[in-house]
């Protein structure tokens, strides 16, 4: 089993940057692919995108192609996500997540097995 938590999120201009953190505790992080996903008010849980265990592999939701940035540090236990060129849509609570290798190309949040709590992003307009 592993352990998440997100930091990081906060209050951000439209056109602004931010960078998530999720910190992994527990059983051996670089045996996990990690994702990252979001949920805005009333909305279903959205997949932002995935990093391979390794880190080699990565791959990205179609809103967020070209603006956010996924990567991992397994020697920290800790997984980034950077966001450029924030929009007012962009705005949700963001969830880090982890599995076993192999799921990071899988978009359907309820085939994740391992969540964090989530941190609050609002990017005002």
């Known amino acids: 089993q592993v352990e998440l938590v997100e930091s990081g999120g906060g209050l951000v201009q439209a056109g602004g940057s931010l960078t998530l953190s999720c910190s992994a505790s527990g059983r051996d992080f670089s045996a996990y692919d990690m994702g990252w996903f979001r949920q805005a008010p009333g909305k279903e849980r959205e997949f932002v995108g995935g990093i391979s265990r390794t880190g080699f592999n990565t791959m990205y939701g179609d809103g967020v192609k070209g603006r956010f940035t996924i990567s991992r540090l397994n020697f920290k236990n800790t997984g980034y996500l950077q966001m450029n060129n924030l929009r007012p849509e962009d705005t949700a609570v963001y969830f880090c997540?982890?599995?076993?290798?192999?799921?990071?190309?899988?978009?359907?949040?309820?085939?994740?097995?391992?969540w964090g709590q989530g941190t609050l992003v609002t990017v005002s307009s």
């Open positions: 997540a982890a599995d076993h290798a192999g799921i990071y190309t899988v978009k359907t949040s309820s085939l994740w097995q391992y």
